[in-house]
């Protein structure tokens, strides 16, 4: 499923027009990153955990060659998805 797939399922289910669907689904994710960004948590009950982690500098080997390189230290998102949420999957 792709992000407009997913829109006309909203729209679908929630009986509103597309155009309300993307505009509550844009708000969102917009809002799901500002609180990442900002190095905040953002859990949603059932559903999983939003959030950024630092990752150590690290090393690493080039693929091609087998010299070792140095990996930077980054900031990347995370998501660990909630009880409810895996249990659906099962």
């Given at each position: 499923m792709n992000k407009n797939e997913l829109i006309r399922e909203i729209a679908r289910k929630a009986d509103i027009?597309?155009?309300?669907?993307?505009?509550?689904?844009?708000t969102t994710l917009m809002v799901i990153i500002g609180v990442v960004k900002k190095g905040e948590k953002l859990t949603?009950?059932?559903f999983g955990t939003f959030e950024s982690v630092t990752r150590k500098q690290r090393q690493g080997r080039n693929p091609a060659t087998g010299e070792k390189i140095n990996i930077a230290a980054s900031v990347v998102?995370?998501?660990?998805?909630?009880?409810?949420?895996?249990e659906a999957v099962k």
């Open positions: 027009n597309l155009n309300e669907a993307k505009r509550g689904l844009d949603l009950s059932g998102p995370k998501f660990k998805p909630g009880k409810a949420l895996c």
